[in-house]
């Protein structure tokens, strides 16, 4: 028995204070230094950086990373839809700020394609490419390319505020409503997104950029419309570029244990392509898109613009929880790896300051690259010392070096952003195993999949996150209940369909709810219980009322009488037919039956006499296992008191098992318990319930062995007449009594 009143103390202090307002408030050196190295991790991993042994490996990483990082900053800026010279302030800002605030030891920040695509969606949008093809003048496009920049800014330090906020509010855990399904199918319907963008510099066709729901399908519309237009010298080049880097990409996989670096293919054809298209002048001779003028240095800071702000609220807030979803994913991956502990939490602040300081100095929205994080881990990275030497690689090709990449063809970098969507197309295998693992999960991904192509990612992934939510309450909603029974004679309980060897007492059921039950799935509750016990209670319930009332009406008339022996009917012409009923006799047929006033008590699982027709129903009892029910509310408590009434009513008891304390509180509080459902049906697990119906329904005696004192501390054993399947349970006495809730003055009784 559970005590469900607790003694109150009027003149204690306020337990919520003492545990929660006055830790917050207080402060001790101890506490001040905790909260300085949780806001600034470099404090307490610089100090313990091993120079001689670790500075050259992150040397190697650093550089490797900062080449990689310079490429995929040039390329992802097409994704943004803004001059590729962005891309190298978005590849160093936010590397600065993460080496102070970050958490992770081998991730690179920096862009990202899905997120590059997601601020160039909004780019899109509120700056729409209607220049292609018409004759602008230079101011023209200049004014064009800084209302861009502007715009991406501007929705990176939303992004970023979002972030920020997330993490002061100590929310990290947000990302766990991001499963790993929703993230693969929402990162290759991303990838599909970028595939298209791509095409029109792949092909060297002038298509305007798209955004919003089936901008993908109206893109390839206008890009199949356009494909007579095609540049054969961009074609030619992004296919050669995609064919090698391919290929080298798949042998550094494959001598990965061999090599000490991997062979760094992008950097080497964009050294080549360059130097060709310098060389044979292909601008003026093919009329290929190049990068063109990369501004030399950086320039002063920005204020964002409040009107983009207006919006692109939920540009803003999607992109800060996919960028962080994705940063914190990978990072996790490596901690496990190399074993050590990031911080949720901090990785939002760490984020959000990187992306508002990069917005601020024209950068776009920063996470990490899958391909870059990957490369500075497996050149031998030890620490974010790398990190800050892949962001100086990119600020001497800022500062110094730039102009040599301005022949560089878009197609390249084009055709370097496809290669690269590998890892991500990738996971349509995974659409096969997620089926024959869970069926909810394979949806998840299908259907975040289908609407982030059709619908865009912004709202792709909102219709993702809310279907993977009703996937929750379905599978809440329609639990997977059970019968269970003994197993092997032990106080184990399991599925009974699972098991040869089982032991079910006779005349008792066992139901297990494996879920909480709540008012979507009370109905389904109802139906499964009594699919398993075989009866409805509330129709046997009204049988018998209405058998009582037929019964007191034949020994009105005198046409049936009460033996010792049972009833006798002494006249056969009355023949039992089913009557209409208005609503106040359906009430009355709900009630107890009440069969005080007859001279007999009746066995109703016999024959009545003068075709009287009562179900019969073979169990006495029933035990419910509610050890993972976590919570009931008021609306399911309803219903569910309604169900245990009704077996209650037609002498079935029931007992509920495995409750915790916090339910039974709450059912205190909501008036559950009556003069028909009392606290003493509750017990602790299965085994004490199964013992104690053995003990009350005769199926169960003491051992011969001496009554014993009842003394605290005293052992006596509880052997059940189950022919020995029943396993003997060795209890102190003060257990016994309080799982049986027998209380002090009636223990004597017992025996």
Not at 510 to 536: E, T, Y
Not at 659 to 673: G, N
Request: aromatic share 12%.
């Amino acid at each position: 028995m559970f005590l469900l009143s607790k003694k109150l103390n009027v003149h204690s202090r306020d337990p919520f204070v003492d545990c929660h307002f006055k830790p917050a408030f207080s402060c001790s050196p101890q506490k001040a230094k905790r909260i300085a190295f949780t806001l600034f991790p470099i404090a307490s991993w610089l100090p313990m950086y091993r120079f001689k042994e670790w500075i050259l490996s992150d040397i190697v990483s650093g550089v490797s990373t900062g080449l990689i990082a310079v490429l995929q900053g040039l390329a992802f800026a097409l994704l943004v839809n803004v001059s590729p010279g962005y891309g190298l302030y978005a590849a160093f800002f936010p590397v600065i700020i993460y080496f102070f605030f970050g958490t992770s030891k081998h991730i690179s920040v920096g862009p990202f394609p899905v997120l590059s695509l997601m601020v160039g969606q909004a780019v899109t949008r509120l700056v729409p490419d209607n220049s292609m093809g018409m004759n602008i003048t230079s101011a023209d496009a200049l004014a064009i390319e800084e209302e861009k920049m502007m715009v991406a800014a501007s929705v990176t330090v939303l992004a970023g505020i979002f972030q920020l906020a997330l993490g002061m509010l100590q929310v990290g855990f947000i990302v766990i409503y991001l499963s790993e399904s929703l993230i693969s199918g929402f990162t290759t319907a991303a990838a599909i997104h970028v595939l298209v963008s791509q095409l029109k510099f792949v092909l060297g066709l002038p298509v305007p950029g798209l955004s919003g729901p089936l901008s993908t399908i109206y893109t390839l519309e206008k890009i199949f419309l356009d494909i007579s237009n095609t540049n054969i010298a961009d074609l030619v080049t992004s296919i050669i570029i995609m064919v090698i880097v391919f290929v080298v990409k798949e042998l550094n996989d494959y001598y990965k244990s061999k090599l000490p670096v991997p062979i760094p293919i992008e950097v080497i054809v964009t050294i080549i392509a360059t130097g060709i298209s310098y060389a044979c002048n292909f601008k003026q001779r093919y009329g290929v898109e190049v990068v063109g003028t990369l501004t030399r240095g950086y320039e002063p800071p920005i204020a964002p613009s409040v009107n983009v702000f207006q919006q692109c609220v939920a540009d803003g807030f999607s992109i800060g929880i996919v960028g962080f979803a994705v940063a914190f994913s990978v990072a996790k991956v490596y901690s496990i790896k190399h074993d050590y502990v990031i911080d949720g939490n901090q990785e939002l602040i760490a984020f959000g300051l990187s992306n508002i300081f990069s917005g601020s100095f024209r950068g776009f929205a920063a996470s990490t690259s899958l391909s870059r994080s990957a490369v500075q881990e497996s050149t031998g990275g030890k620490s974010q010392i790398a990190g800050i030497l892949s962001a100086i690689i990119v600020m001497i090709v800022t500062l110094a070096i730039g102009f040599l990449l301005e022949p560089l063809q878009k197609s390249v970098l084009s055709a370097l952003v496809i290669v690269n969507l590998k890892g991500m197309l990738m996971q349509f295998n995974e659409i096969p195993i997620l089926f024959r693992k869970d069926k909810y999960d394979c949806l998840v991904w299908i259907v975040t999949f289908i609407a982030a192509v059709l619908l865009g990612l912004d709202l792709g992934l909102a219709a993702g996150v809310g279907f993977e939510l009703l996937t929750v309450v379905f599978r809440t909603q329609f639990p997977k209940c059970t019968m269970v029974a003994n197993v092997g004679g032990s106080d184990i309980y399991k599925n009974r369909k699972d098991y040869v060897n089982i032991y079910e007492p006779e005349g008792v059921k066992i139901f297990r709810c494996p879920s909480p039950i709540f008012f979507a799935n009370i109905d389904f509750f109802k139906d499964k219980l009594i699919a398993a016990v075989g009866f409805n209670p509330l129709r046997v319930l009204r049988k018998r009322n209405k058998a009582l009332r037929k019964i007191r009406k034949l020994l009105k008339k005198g046409e049936l009488q009460m033996t010792p022996k049972g009833m006798i009917c002494t006249s056969y012409d009355y023949k039992d037919s089913e009557e209409e009923l208005d609503n106040n006799e359906i009430e009355e047929l709900d009630k107890p039956t009440y069969t005080a006033d007859l001279p007999i008590q009746i066995d109703w699982n016999s024959d009545l006499p003068n075709n009287i027709s009562v179900p019969k129903i073979d169990m006495h009892s029933l035990i419910l296992d509610f050890g993972a029910v976590s919570f009931l509310d008021v609306s399911a408590m309803k219903g569910f008191k309604a169900i245990l009434k009704e077996f209650i009513r037609i002498e079935v008891d029931v007992y509920i098992v495995g409750t915790d304390s916090d339910l039974l509180e709450k059912l205190q509080r909501c008036d559950f318990f009556d003069d028909e459902i009392k606290t003493s049906m509750f017990f602790l697990t299965i085994h004490d319930a199964v013992l104690y119906v053995l003990s009350t329904k005769d199926l169960y005696h003491l051992s011969k062995r001496k009554a014993i004192e009842l003394n605290d501390g005293d052992k006596f054993y509880m052997n059940g007449n189950t022919s020995g399947q029943l396993r003997n349970r060795d209890c102190t006495v003060s257990e016994i009594f309080f799982c049986l809730d027998i209380y002090p003055d009636d223990q004597q009784k017992l025996f």
